[in-house]
C-alpha cells in the first residue's frame, strides 16, 4: 500500500494539472490576441498593440453593453444573495417533512436546459412587456444564481452551532439583533462565496439572456456573440479579456480580501 500511495498522488497531480492547464488554455490565447496590432485573430501576434482596448471603449455599443453587464451583475448578486439566504436558513430550520423536496425544486434551475428555459421565459415575458428590460434580466439571472447561493449558504449552515443563537437570546438580544450580530458572522463565508457567484453568472450568461436582448439593451456576453458571428475583428478578444479578467479579480477578491474578513468576523463572533 506504501508503494501504491505515492504512486496515486503523482497520478492525480498529473491529471489535475492536465485539467487545470486545459481549462485555462483559452486565457493563454485570447489575451494575447487581444494585444495583437493585426486587424484579424492572429496568434501569436506578430505585433504588439493596444489598439483593440481603444477600440472597445471608445465604441459606445461595447462600453454600454459592458455597463449594462456590470449593473445587473450587482444588482443580481444583492438580490440573488439576500433571497438565497434566506431560503436557505429557512430549509435548513424546517422541521417539515416537505423541506427536502423543497431543497430540491430550488435546484431545479440548473437542470432545466437553459435553451428550454429560455423559449419558456421569453412566451411570457413577450406578454409582459419584460423583454429588453433591466428588471427583466435580472429577473431572470436571480433565478439562475439562486441555486448557487442556496448551496454556498447551505454549506456553512452545515457546520453552524445553533447554541450561540440560544446564548445571545439568553443575554437579551432580539431575534433581528441576534440575527445580524451571531448568524450573520458566521455564515458570512457562505453569503460572500454565493454573492460572487451570482455576480458571475449573471456577468457571463449568455444562452437565456439571448432572449431577453433588444437593440436598445445588450449585455457584454451577447454583444461578443452577435459580433463574432459577423466579423473577426479582435475587439471582441479585448472583451473577452476583460470578462475574464473581471471573472479572475472577483476570485482573487473573495480569496483574499473577503473570506479572511469573513472569517475574522466568525471567529470573533464565536469566541
Do not use: C
Not at 454600454?64 to 430549509?91: D, E, F, R, W, Y
Not at 439571472?141 to 454556498?152: S, T
Amino acid at each position: 500500500m506504501n508503494e501504491i500511495r505515492p504512486l496515486t498522488k503523482f497520478l492525480l497531480g498529473v491529471v489535475a494539472t492536465i485539467v487545470a492547464i486545459w481549462l485555462v488554455a483559452p486565457m493563454f490565447i485570447v489575451f494575447p490576441i487581444s494585444f495583437s496590432a493585426d486587424a484579424s485573430f492572429q496568434f501569436p501576434p506578430r505585433e504588439w498593440s493596444t489598439v483593440w482596448y481603444e477600440s472597445f471603449f471608445t465604441k459606445p455599443a461595447w462600453t454600454q453593453a459592458l455597463g449594462n453587464s456590470v449593473l445587473i451583475g450587482l444588482i443580481v448578486a444583492v438580490v440573488g444573495t439576500s433571497l438565497g439566504t434566506i431560503a436557505a436558513i429557512a430549509i435548513n430550520r424546517s422541521e417539515s417533512r416537505f423541506a427536502g423536496w423543497a431543497s430540491t425544486a430550488m435546484l431545479t434551475p440548473m437542470i432545466v436546459p437553459p435553451i428550454i428555459a429560455g423559449a419558456g421565459i421569453y412566451t411570457f415575458f413577450l406578454k409582459t412587456g419584460l423583454v429588453g428590460t433591466i428588471f427583466g434580466f435580472v429577473m431572470v439571472h436571480v433565478a439562475l444564481a439562486f441555486p448557487l447561493v442556496v448551496i454556498a449558504v447551505n454549506a456553512s449552515l452545515s457546520g453552524y452551532d445553533r447554541s450561540l443563537e440560544l446564548a445571545a437570546a439568553s443575554l437579551g438580544a432580539g431575534r433581528l439583533k441576534t440575527f445580524f450580530t451571531v448568524t450573520v458572522p458566521l455564515i458570512a463565508p457562505g453569503v460572500a462565496a454565493g454573492a460572487v457567484f451570482a455576480f458571475v453568472t449573471s456577468f457571463d450568461e449568455v444562452i437565456v439572456s439571448q432572449f431577453m436582448v433588444s437593440p436598445s439593451l445588450q449585455t457584454l456576453p451577447i454583444m461578443m456573440y452577435s459580433s463574432v458571428t459577423r466579423t473577426t475583428d479582435p475587439t471582441i478578444a479585448a472583451a473577452a479579456s476583460l470578462i475574464l479578467g473581471a471573472i479572475i479579480l472577483a476570485f482573487v477578491l473573495f480569496q483574499f480580501v473577503v473570506t479572511p474578513l469573513a472569517r475574522r468576523s466568525r471567529n470573533r463572533t464565536a469566541a
